[in-house]
């Protein structure tokens, strides 16, 4: 089984957006389309975890630190499925990763996301 190929991460501004890619390589539609696919989400020191799903019927679920934000969708056609980030958050920064629900294929090189935050204005006076 071949690995996953992630893509489209990077760095933004908090605010900003990003949409990250999945390809899931070498892999025929039969196999493609009756699986449930989930991007995760690893930021350094802490434990992969499950941030998005969606079903083979579309049906989605969200973990709650990003719902609302973030949007899953899959293109059977190009076996393909995808990670809308909106209104990215300081807090949003790892790597991200897409497997099947069941992280049953070998784990990908995942794809980075950064967010800077706003900044904050420093005076001093003269």
């Known amino acids: 089984q071949r690995r996953p190929v992630e893509s489209g991460g990077g760095m933004v501004q908090a605010g900003g957006s990003l949409r990250l890619s999945c390809q899931a390589s070498?892999?025929?539609?039969?196999?493609?389309?009756?699986?449930?696919w989930g991007w995760y989400s690893q930021a350094p020191g802490k434990v992969r975890k499950l941030v998005a799903s969606?079903?083979?019927?579309?049906?989605?679920n969200y973990a709650e630190s990003v719902r609302g934000r973030f949007t899953i969708s899959r293109d059977n056609a190009r076996k393909m499925v995808y990670l809308q980030m909106n209104s990215l958050k300081p807090e949003d920064p790892a790597v991200y990763f897409c497997?099947?629900?069941?992280?049953?294929?070998?784990w990908g090189q995942g794809t980075q996301v950064t967010v800077w935050g706003q900044g904050t204005q420093v005076t001093v006076p003269s």
């Open positions: 969606i079903s083979s019927t579309r049906s989605t």
């Open positions: 070498g892999m025929i539609s039969s196999t493609f389309n009756p699986l449930d």
């Open positions: 497997n099947t629900l069941k992280e049953s294929l070998p």
